[in-house]
């Protein structure tokens, strides 16, 4: 369809790489050239989405601008490229079909909270859509867990089966219309179902049974968007009680659905990132500060100082807010350490026990995406569990890297694959510690390699030899690279900041497998052409009892006490007897250079953590501990030989103990020393960027500390964004050293 083309018109061709499959990009730019009564054509390519325009040099100009205002809207675009070529003299603009034949690289999108308009619908009466829980649009709805495979077509996704209505059909054909190709659009007509289980109720009576049975102190199982959550309300406090007793979960904290930012601020102090957060199409849990009192049951989150706070993320969670709007919590739908349910056979019989009502639906889930967690540090987002929203979009890194399948850690465990400079992560898959979660790590590897057509040349994991993500790579048979957990926790934090060397990196988690046979978890590196080198580290000590060291906070506090004074001093701490022997001996008492275990020991002492049922408890209640106070105050971490002794720090405290200065100005005090000390090491080190990376860097007080200290004494300093600073980022990690 080309014929001579006429004096004055230009051709432009333009390239966008990144998620811009399934964001409603074809229709966009159908509309924004056909109003500028530009020629051409736009295609979905495997790389990510290839248009050209044709036209006057002054509308080239301006679709280009509106294309751009068009990109950041939608906010996932990760490069433009734009090249002038030869007029065609194309006759119209048309929407080519996708090409599917060439290497895939473009990357999944991820799913998408329902946009103002679908919003609108789903409350107008008068509308076709209203009251319709599968209602979504170019802009918005489902994406990733309802893709089985690439290109981003309705026919390879989970809504292949449900035919288009003669009314749908047409608002996909018209490129007037909203759901021009919204490829997993659906009416009431057409679309999927609703019901519930037992006393099944259908549609708008199945939502209003929910909101009954939630009225009643029921347990809800409700098929969201990437898995079963189950529902009580927060404000139920046996409801609650039954919940954590039925799914086995003790003490941590389940987040809380609600059903508008009003609601939010009723509950919680809301600053502008957060609330940014909060109203983001990803839609995740976003960790608050609670305001007191409050009418939430206690034993929604006893033992965390935050609430985790989501608002509603399908049109189905609207529809359930909007019928019981109050505080409901929302939590995986599963046992304890077990991945979440996705099948509605799998809800049936796994969640029976659990749950008096299932609320079902006949849309298939393409995969398990948790709801991702995240929270404001620094005044920007930082992400703590990347699953549903976020996932799997990729992280560009600073340089090309090798085709590496890095298959993560062991705890929070993710998985990720390298295509050129981008790293394409996984969800958050879990612990590795049962088999279905080792079945889960399994599939995402397939899933992962699969939608990128992906074969690895190598593949990369921990240098811990139990983790079960390292047996998996032994087993694969392919090239293996080991890379160690801390150089991995550092190396993510350095690519995802976009630093090409050079830089100090501060790994500070619980526990990782050091390279001298120690657990590691409180080192210091220096980057330089490619080598990291341990430059300092903190003073080891013994974990008496191994394991079970991690639980009981008293453990590593016997510990230190031990390496001052040895058996003398342990009287102070009750029915510590069983580990003398123990630490006497050096048997089953492994030597750690873990903070994330001083924390524990300190927290401990300070009478504020006793134990971990999760990680980082003891650690989150020593930072809650320091509340509103400000002070410089700090105890001494002595440095000699790039060891950092915590002895004059421990002595100190519990001096400043035994006199009763307060639980609040000792976690200051030794928030505050650990972050002179990496200033200290900082300065040590001749290097300008430091990157703070391992799960430590989860408290915000310490991180926000460190990082205004650095700045004081001239250097940069860099924390975790896109990716989780705990072990979900160490795929990340692995990829970028092994690549
Ligand atoms: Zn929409
Ligand atoms: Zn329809
Ligand atoms: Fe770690």
């Not at 809504?159 to 007037?176: K, N, Y």
């Not at 405290?653 to 009763?660: F, I």
Request: charged share 25%; aromatic share 6%; glycine share 8%.
């Amino acid at each position: 369809m080309t014929s001579a083309p006429s004096i004055g018109v230009e051709r432009r061709r333009i390239v966008l790489r990144g998620a811009v499959q399934g964001v409603g990009f074809r229709p966009t730019v159908y509309r924004l050239a056909t109003d500028l009564r530009l020629a051409g054509w736009v295609q979905n390519s495997t790389g990510g989405l290839e248009l050209e325009v044709e036209g006057s040099p002054e509308n080239l100009d301006r679709f280009l601008c509106k294309l751009k205002a068009e990109r950041r809207r939608a906010a996932v675009v990760l490069s433009e490229e734009v090249s002038q070529i030869e007029a065609a003299g194309f006759a119209s603009f048309q929407i080519l079909p996708s090409k599917g034949d060439e290497p895939k690289t473009t990357s999944v999108p991820p799913d998408l909270a329902p946009c103002q308009d679908c919003l609108r619908e789903l409350e107008d009466p008068s509308n076709r859509r209203f009251a319709y829980p599968f209602t979504n649009c170019t802009n918005c709805g489902p994406r990733y867990t309802v893709l089985l495979d690439i290109p981003y077509d309705r026919s390879k996704t989970t809504m292949r089966d449900f035919i288009l209505c003669a009314e749908c059909q047409r608002e996909f054909d018209s490129s007037q219309d909203r759901r021009f190709h919204a490829q997993p659009m659906a009416c009431p007509v057409c679309g999927p179902r609703l019901w519930t289980e037992p006393e099944e109720c259908e549609g708008r009576s199945a939502i209003e049974r929910a909101a009954r049975g939630l009225a009643r102190g029921k347990i809800v199982a409700l098929k969201g968007v990437g898995g079963f959550q189950l529902l009580v309300d927060a404000r139920d406090r046996s409801a609650v009680l039954r919940l954590r007793q039925r799914k086995r979960r003790e003490e941590k904290p389940f987040a809380v659905l609600m059903s508008s930012l009003e609601m939010v601020h009723q509950y919680c102090n809301v600053n502008a990132c957060e609330e940014e957060m909060l109203c983001s199409p990803a839609a995740p849990i976003v960790l608050l500060k609670p305001k007191q009192p409050s009418d939430l049951a206690a034993e929604v989150a006893k033992s965390s100082p935050y609430l985790g706070v989501m608002l509603p993320a399908s049109p189905l969670h609207h529809l359930l807010t909007m019928a019981y709007p109050h505080p409901v919590v929302a939590t995986s739908g599963n046992l304890s350490d077990e991945p979440i349910a996705i099948e509605n056979g799998e809800a049936q019989e796994r969640l029976k026990d659990v749950a008096d009502i299932l609320v079902l639906h006949d849309r298939p889930i393409a995969r398990a995406c948790d709801d991702s967690v995240t929270r404001a540090c620094l005044g920007q987002p930082q992400v703590l569990r990347r699953a549903r929203g976020y996932a799997p979009l990729p992280v560009v890194t600073p340089r090309d890297l090798r085709a590496v399948l890095a298959v993560g850690g062991h705890f929070k465990n993710t998985v990720a694959i390298a295509i050129g400079r981008k790293v394409f992560l996984s969800q958050h898959i879990g612990d590795l510690d049962t088999v279905e979660a080792r079945h889960s790590l399994e599939n995402a590897i397939e899933d992962l390699c699969r939608l990128n057509q992906f074969k690895p040349e190598l593949v990369t994991c921990d240098a811990h030899p139990d983790y079960a993500s390292t047996c998996w790579a032994i087993a694969s048979g392919l090239p293996i690279t080991q890379v160690q957990h801390h150089h991995a926790h550092v190396a993510g934090c350095a690519a995802e900041n976009g630093i090409q060397g050079n830089y100090l990196g501060v790994a500070w988690d619980g526990t990782g497998w050091g390279l001298d046979g120690t657990i590691w978890g409180g080192e210091f590196f220096r980057e330089h052409n490619g080598q990291l080198e341990r430059i300092a580290h903190l003073r080891t000590f013994r974990l008496p009892g191994g394991e079970e060291a991690i639980r009981r906070c008293w453990r590593p506090a016997a510990g230190l006490l031990w390496e001052i004074s040895g058996a003398d001093e342990l009287e102070q701490i009750p029915g510590c007897g069983v580990v003398v022997p123990m630490l006497d001996k050096g048997i089953n008492a492994p030597l750690t250079s873990s903070v994330g275990r001083l924390f524990d020991a300190v927290a401990y002492f300070n009478g504020v953590g006793f134990a971990n049922h999760f990680e980082g408890q003891a650690a989150m209640c020593l930072e809650h501990a320091i509340g509103d106070l400000k002070t410089e105050e700090s105890y001494k971490i002595e440095t000699r030989n790039g060891v950092g002794d915590w002895a004059p720090l421990i002595q100190e405290l519990l001096a400043d103990r035994d006199k009763s200065l307060g639980a609040a100005r000792i976690a200051a005090k030794f928030h505050n020393a650990l972050a002179n000390w990496i200033v200290t090491v900082a300065q040590m080190a001749d290097v300008r960027d430091v990157v703070l990376s391992g799960g430590v860097f989860q408290n915000a007080y310490l991180t926000e500390r460190t990082s205004a200290l650095l700045g004081e004494h001239g250097f940069r300093a860099f924390t975790h964004h896109q990716v989780p600073a705990n072990d979900g980022g160490i795929s990340l990690g692995q990829a970028v050293l092994a690549g």
